[in-house]
């Protein structure tokens, strides 16, 4: 007899060899990341990754400004690699935060929606960490095991130091590409070099208000 293969057939191989497995491949890792993100901030965030917008969640309206629109960046780490599960071998956690130009197609593609020629192309980034160093119990799925450092990029309260801005701008000139500044989990807490700690939050922390405040706005 021959099969028919719909889409919910496609739906569940995928979440099967995508999303089954307690530690995911960094390849997929970051939409898992931005959906678990969105989840959590609520009807009100809506995932922009696949319009092609230079950053991946954002609150608001499309084409007002930063505060009307919040737009967030996501980025991800994780000690435990599905790919050293049996050494116990831990990766590095460094999130590179990047400043540069705005993609050539963006305006071609979304008239109306305001993006800055160049910079963080976000108002905020939410750096997620998997903490987790134990083969047996290290799952990437489990929202509880990881942690969230939520940066400020503008407004008064932001996590990137002028002189940091400086140079970055100063290193896209120079060779026309982005240039990236790094942050760290044990180093954010402590807030060197003139930047502002920054302590991780819980899954259940996380809501839009949350993110006002960080960015300086009231609720």
Not at 97 to 124: A, K, Q, S
Request: aromatic fraction near 10%; glycine fraction near 8%; hydrophobic fraction near 35%.
């Amino acid at each position: 007899m021959e099969r028919t293969l719909s889409v919910e057939d496609v739906k569940n191989r995928f979440y099967r060899e995508a999303f089954a497995q307690p530690l995911m491949d960094n390849t997929i890792r970051g939409l898992w990341c931005e959906f678990m993100l969105a989840e959590a901030l609520g009807s009100e965030c809506r995932p922009t990754g696949f319009a092609w917008y230079p950053w991946d969640l954002q609150i608001g309206n499309s084409r007002r400004g930063f505060p009307d629109r919040i737009r967030i960046q996501v980025k991800n780490r994780a000690r435990m690699q599905s790919w050293n599960m049996k050494s116990g071998q831990l990766s590095d956690s460094s999130f590179n935060l990047t400043w540069r130009r705005r993609p050539f197609y963006f305006t071609r593609d979304n008239p109306g929606v305001p993006c800055e020629d160049e910079g963080f192309l976000c108002d905020l980034y939410v750096l997620c960490h998997h903490r987790g160093e134990d083969p047996a119990t290290a799952d990437h799925r489990e929202p509880p095991q990881w942690d969230f450092y939520v940066l400020p990029v503008c407004g008064p309260h932001s996590a990137v130091t002028e002189s940091e801005i400086a140079w970055l701008q100063q290193k896209t000139r120079d060779t026309g590409r982005g240039a990236s500044t790094q942050r760290r989990p044990a180093t954010m807490t402590k807030g060197i070099r003139g930047r502002p700690p920054i302590m991780p939050l819980g899954i259940d922390e996380l809501s839009i208000d949350a993110l006002r405040q960080s960015l300086g706005l009231e609720y």
